[in-house]
């Protein structure tokens, strides 16, 4: 007689964690030298990644697309990137506006116009933000390079954090209609796990921990967001994922919802308080 089927068969924790590693590694590689020169190099892969994000969105948004609903945000996000790298902002602002109406108005017959214009705002001004703040000073000690290091690593902290404590602790749902494996065990872990990273980054650099902890703090709660406010578009627009371009992450937006959030909302401290990373 065979062996009874155990009645509670072990839990996987951390499900896919090979894979999620191994795309996020592969990610990395290809963003490193652009990130350590900054300037154009940072811009062109920024301008790449973008230009991903912008085909996701109209893909999932606009499900009888035309190609002029792919060209319209994708040359007005590369015209901007141009009028930034040559520090016109009031040109950036012109074309980032057209381009914003340009979209919508592309759209209005279709219906959905507020798509095409969120998704102009959502992606190509975060776009813009990052090329901003990585600046185009060139080095692992320059304030652009450790201010967008020290975004992204508290994001990562965040998620990491949260993708292991939330498998392990699981518990209750932190919004199940928007997002249904998170948990708030899972926010809890990932946010210790993210000021941990912020006040060590912010000892190696010289910064009191204090001030890492404090800036740390609103970008996980916006990194947090982020996610939500895209999954919560997803379930709108019944999409599972973005894309398939990471394996085991989704598409380009699935992966960077979070850093957008974060970037959008470093920006915003950092118009408020412009001495507070000391530069």
Not at 269 to 279: D, E, H
């Amino acid at each position: 007689m065979g062996e009874k089927a155990s009645a509670n068969p072990p839990i996987t924790i951390w499900k896919n964690i090979g894979i999620r590693f191994v795309s996020a590694v592969a990610f990395s590689a290809v963003c490193i030298a652009p990130f350590y020169f900054g300037g154009w190099i940072w811009a062109i892969l920024v301008a790449i990644m973008g230009t991903r994000m912008i085909y996701e969105w109209v893909r999932m948004s606009d499900k009888s697309a035309t190609s002029l609903a792919y060209a319209i945000p994708i040359v007005g996000f590369l015209i901007c990137i141009l009028y930034a790298l040559q520090l016109l902002p009031l040109h950036v602002f012109a074309a980032f506006a057209v381009t914003i109406g340009l979209a919508a108005l592309e759209r209005v017959r279709r219906g959905g116009a507020g798509w095409a214009a969120l998704g102009v705002v959502y992606i190509v001004g975060a776009s813009l933000l990052i090329i901003a703040l990585r600046g185009n000073e060139t080095g692992f000690d320059t304030v652009g390079f450790q201010l967008l290091f020290f975004i992204i690593l508290v994001v990562v902290g965040a998620d990491v954090g949260a993708y292991m404590g939330g498998s392990y602790f699981k518990g209750p749902k932190l919004s199940p209609k928007l997002s249904p494996n998170k948990t708030w065990s899972g926010f809890l872990t990932g946010l210790a796990f993210a000021l941990l990273i912020a006040a060590l980054f912010a000892l190696v650099i010289g910064m009191s921990p204090w001030i890492g902890m404090a800036l740390g703090f609103p970008l996980v709660i916006l990194s947090v967001l982020g996610d939500l406010f895209e999954s919560g578009i997803k379930r709108k627009l019944n999409v599972k994922d973005t894309g398939g371009l990471l394996p085991g992450h989704g598409g380009l937006l699935d992966r960077l919802d979070s850093l957008m959030a974060a970037v959008a909302g470093a920006a915003a401290i950092l118009f408020l308080f412009p001495n507070i990373w000391g530069a």
